[in-house]
């Protein structure tokens, strides 16, 4: 079974720090990737995902993720955070043709300014 | 650009009650989907639909059902509510057989008394 996982349900870091977001996935075939973020009493925006090619990927707000297949984890970073980043974000996987997508528990970002 | 609505956007409901909350896309989106989130489970997938007249079910469906009359709109109905099922209810619209990004709602927040 396909399977997402964020081992981080809460980070927190400084206004300025670099971020880095834990996604590993389970899935033995092509994987399609994506991150979301959802900001307090939001729905999910799109960051970023991936279908194939180049494994890093540049999403919008200066956020980019790095695929690895050899080691099922498509985590997120951003170089310097900015207070306005606090927000939960989610990991998903799609893997083919209508099988609804599974999510990641999330991870909540704190920012500190 | 793409848009996704729910209504109500706050629910009030007795126990045993009937509600039914409804989603409209203008995406054209094949997929549509009916996730609630509650904390510590990020968003789990109650039903899911891959056309007009169709629906399936996801992760957690017992107690509700889906309907899905039009391309446009997917309901989700909560025959006998349960003060359980009280927790912030998203809908998406997708495409590409589900390996494309989704596009969600803000939310219903429905509280059973």
């Known amino acids: 079974a396909q399977s997402v996982t964020q081992p981080d349900a809460r980070v927190t870091v400084s206004e300025g720090a670099s971020l880095q977001l834990r996604c590993k996935y389970s899935y033995s075939g092509t994987p399609y990737l994506f991150w979301y973020v959802q900001y307090p009493r939001q729905g999910l925006q799109l960051l970023l995902k991936?279908?194939?090619?180049?494994?890093v990927v540049q999403g919008v707000n200066g956020f980019e993720a790095e695929f690895s297949k050899s080691n099922s984890s498509f985590h997120l970073r951003k170089a310097s955070v900015h207070w306005s980043d606090s927000a939960v974000y989610f990991c998903?996987?799609?893997?083919?043709?209508?099988?609804?997508?599974?999510f990641g528990a999330g991870t909540k970002l704190s920012v500190k300014p | 650009e793409a848009a996704v609505t729910q209504s109500p956007r706050n629910k009030v409901a007795v126990t045993g009650g009937k509600v039914t909350l409804s989603c409209n896309q203008t995406n054209n989106h094949n997929n549509m989907y009916w996730y609630r989130q509650d904390t510590g489970h990020g968003l789990r997938l109650i039903h899911y639909?891959?056309?007009?007249?169709?629906?399936e079910k996801g992760d957690i469906p017992d107690g509700y059902k889906a309907s899905r009359p039009s391309q446009e709109n997917f309901s989700l109905i909560l025959e006998l509510a349960t003060p359980s099922q009280t927790s912030v209810y998203f809908c998406?619209?997708?495409?590409?057989?589900?390996?494309?990004?989704?596009?969600f709602g803000p939310g219903t927040r429905l509280t059973v008394l």
């Open positions: 639909s891959y056309g007009a007249g169709s629906t």
């Open positions: 998903v996987l799609s893997v083919n043709n209508n099988n609804a997508p599974r």
């Open positions: 991936y279908y194939s090619g180049d494994p």
């Open positions: 998406a619209s997708g495409d590409l057989g589900g390996r494309g990004e989704q596009y």
